[in-house]
Nanobody, 126 residues
């Protein structure tokens, strides 16, 4: 069983950047696809980006294409979400999640993810 802890959230002005780490403990990310999701007040949780097991495939929501990048540092057992050119509509709580066993392109469906972190708040001011 893997435990996930997100960090790196904070307040930033529009156009700025943040990098969110998701650190795993209890297990490595081996065998897991990893996804980033976000939830803004009054809205449903939505998929942001995903990284397949083995980091062979990535997937991005349209809202983040060209601005967000997901990557993994296996030595640190940490997945990162690099967010550039942030907009006020990116304001949300960001969660990382691990999906055991999915092979191929990571799924954007939150129901497919088995383990979740506690979330980190990102606030973008215009």
């Amino acid at each position: 069983q893997v435990q996930l802890v997100e960090s790196g959230g904070g307040s930033v002005q529009a156009g700025g950047s943040l990098r969110l780490p998701c650190a795993a403990s209890g297990s490595t990310f081996g065998g897991y696809a990893v996804g980033w999701f976000r939830q803004a007040p009054g809205k449903e949780r939505e998929f942001v980006a995903g990284l397949s097991w083995g980091a062979l495939n990535t997937r991005y929501a349209d809202s983040g294409k060209g601005r967000f990048a997901i990557s993994i540092n296996n030595a640190m057992n940490t997945v990162f979400l690099q967010m550039n050119s942030l907009k006020s509509e990116d304001t949300a709580v960001y969660y990382c999640a691990a999906d055991w066993g999915t092979i191929g392109r990571p799924t954007p469906n939150s129901d497919d993810y088995d383990y979740w972190g506690q979330g980190t708040q990102v606030t973008v001011s215009s």
